[in-house]
């Protein structure tokens, strides 16, 4: 019988495809899922010694103490995948990078202390490289929900403090029209909304000419419509293009 014949009868004789499922189903990731389904059987004795010599000392590890952290993250092949053509990743992508870097840092940090006792499996990490740089630079940039950071950058930081300022403006001048006797017996509430992202006022449909400005919606009842007053034009302006030029900035921060 040759090589590949005995291997096949071993693996058969030892069911290793249910093996391997079942270790499978030990994993909290996909790529950790596919990488235990794809384990060959070794077909030298010293190479089975050796991975055996492994499970002993991982059992060791997992059964101290101390906590090992759990090897849990998301599916990142398919974005390194497109990063190495060239391809720009979103702000959620880029959190999964760092929650991964973080687990490398945590696994290498928790395996220093077996370096003696377990020398084979501390020996498997030495050459993960965790980039504590790299995640700290997306952890600067991006939050938990993958959102560009207010503070990521100082331009962006200076645009999003622009908005803020253009905002209170035109909310203290609405704050004045609303309150203003000359608008009483025009307006239909004493509030204001946001209309394709532009600030409007509620007027009574039949008073609409009484304010000159832009109608940009109107109620289900038709009594009411939602207008622009004209000397609030050029202030949602600014408000709209210093919001389109941030959200703009947020995609292209690296």
């Keep these: 019988m040759n090589r590949s014949s005995l291997q096949f009868h071993a693996q058969q004789t030892l069911e290793w495809d249910i093996l391997l499922d079942a270790l ?15 384990l060959a059987l070794d077909p030298t004795l010293e190479g089975a010694t050796v991975r055996q010599q492994e499970t002993t000392e991982m059992r060791t590890v997992l059964q101290s103490a101390t906590p090992f952290p759990i090897l849990a993250f998301e599916d990142l092949r398919d974005i390194f995948e497109r990063t190495s053509k060239g391809a720009q990743l979103e702000g959620l992508e880029l959190y999964h990078i760092s929650v991964m870097l973080e687990l490398c840092q945590d696994v ?31 952890e ?17 930081h200076q ?5 803020s300022q253009l905002r209170q403006r035109i909310r203290q001048r609405l704050e004045r029209m609303l309150s203003s006797h000359d608008y009483e017996d025009i307006l239909q509430g004493q509030y204001f909304a946001e209309r394709e992202q532009r600030y409007v006022i509620p007027v009574k449909a039949e008073m609409q000419h009484q304010i000159p400005g832009i109608v940009h919606d109107i109620s289900g009842s038709g009594a009411t419509v939602f207008l622009e007053p004209r000397d609030l034009i050029e202030l ?7 919001c389109w030029v941030s959200t703009s900035y947020r995609y292209t921060v690296n």
């Design 159 to 163: 645009l999003l403090q622009q908005l």
């Design 236 to 242: 949602n302006n600014s408000i709209k293009v210093t």
């Design 24 to 38: 499978a189903n030990q994993a909290h990731s996909q790529a950790g899922v596919d990488a235990c389904r794809q």
């Design 108 to 138: 290498t940090y928790s395996l220093d202390a077996y370096e003696d006792s377990c020398p084979l499996i501390y020996a498997l990490v030495q050459d993960i490289e965790p980039l504590i740089g790299i995640r700290e630079a997306i």
């Design 140 to 156: 600067q940039c991006v939050d938990h929900e993958g959102h560009i950071r207010e503070t990521a950058t100082p331009e962006l």
